[in-house]
């Protein structure tokens, strides 16, 4: 009756919070995919188990009715344990890597997850240069076209940072490469500010 109605809408409120924050992670990030391959097929599951249940409440127009469906409670049980057990997958996950890199600390999920994804690509995480080398604005990165040029895998080489205050630019010699994981070359450029 009634009483499964309260019950129902507390466990999808918490199903929904939970989903729709792992959503694009599981589904969007190929660097998740790639590291989690268990929990992104868990996750898929979820995701096609979320989206049903959501259309059959929205058609059966009726929240009583809706609420009261045989099963529903346990499904909805069975569903929150899977995301509970992705999200552990991945904050286990974000945790080594923060291990590897401790500058990652101070990058919230979303930043990280992003670093981590696009890090293959260094001009897509410039933007989190802020957050990651606390005194740093922003990398210049070697292009195609100049005298540095690119490295043996494709990736442009940081040149200079800029610094967060006023317009000093901190220039690598020698320019530095940013190949292998994220991580390495980050660390890398950590180094580099040593000395430059």
């Not at 401790?102 to 919230?108: A, D, E, H, K, L």
């Not at 890090?119 to 195609?144: D, F, R």
Request: aromatic share 8%; hydrophobic share 40%.
């Amino acid at each position: 009756g009634l009483a499964n109605v309260s019950d129902v809408y507390m466990f999808v409120q918490e199903i929904q919070r939970t989903w729709s924050y792992l959503e694009p992670l599981f589904i969007g990030s190929e660097e998740v995919k790639r590291e989690l391959p268990e929990d992104a097929v868990r996750f898929a599951g979820i995701d096609v188990d979320v989206k049903d249940m959501l259309r059959a409440a929205w058609a059966t127009k009726n929240i009583k009715e809706a609420c009261n469906l045989d099963g529903l409670i346990q499904k909805l049980e069975g569903i929150s344990e899977q995301l509970d057990m992705c999200k552990k997958s991945l904050a286990d996950f974000l945790d080594g890597r923060r291990r590897q890199f401790p500058r990652y600390y101070f990058t919230s999920e979303a930043d990280l997850l992003d670093i981590l994804s696009n890090g293959s690509q260094p001009a897509k995480i410039n933007i989190h240069t802020p957050k990651v080398y606390l005194m740093g604005k922003s990398l210049i990165l070697s292009s195609e076209d100049d005298a540095i040029g690119y490295s043996d895998e494709g990736r442009p080489h940081a040149v200079s940072l800029i610094a967060g205050v006023g317009k000093e630019v901190l220039d690598f010699e020698p320019p530095v490469p940013l190949n292998g994981k994220v991580e390495i070359y980050m660390q890398t450029i950590l180094d580099a500010l040593k000395y430059a």
